[in-house]
């Protein structure tokens, strides 16, 4: 069984930084796809970006202010995010799937982490 924890959330300001952690255990994902997704009051649960063995993939609106990186050696993936914006606040989930072929469905992953809140004030 795999298990996702994620850490690093809290509150910043309006243009600060956060990054968030998401470690992993139960198997080794380096195979796998790892995705961020977030979920604001009221709002669907929405694709934050998704790395692959080489490539990562963003929506729209963190593109260029977010970055994904994972370590391996650790099972552990990270979001930097900078240029925090207040339409950033949201409870922000981590996700792994062995087969997701489209990176911005949620049904695509197999595992999920409990999520951690991001609060950014303007």
């Known amino acids: 069984q795999v298990q996702l924890v994620e850490s690093g959330g809290g509150l910043a300001q309006a243009g600060g930084s956060l990054t968030l952690s998401c470690a992993a255990s139960g198997r080794t994902l380096s195979s796998y796809v790892m995705g961020w997704f977030r979920q604001a009051p009221g709002k669907e649960r929405e694709f934050v970006g998704a790395i692959s063995r080489s490539s990562t993939y963003y929506a729209d609106s963190v593109k260029g202010r977010f970055t994904m990186s994972r370590d391996n050696a650790k099972n552990t993936v990270f979001l930097q995010m900078n240029s925090l914006k207040a339409e950033d606040t949201a409870v922000y989930y981590c996700?792994?799937?062995?087969?997701?072929?489209?990176?911005?469905?949620?049904?695509?992953?197999?595992?999920w982490g409990q999520g951690t809140q991001v609060t950014v004030s303007s």
């Open positions: 996700a792994a799937g062995d087969r997701v072929l489209l990176f911005r469905r949620r049904n695509e992953y197999d595992y």
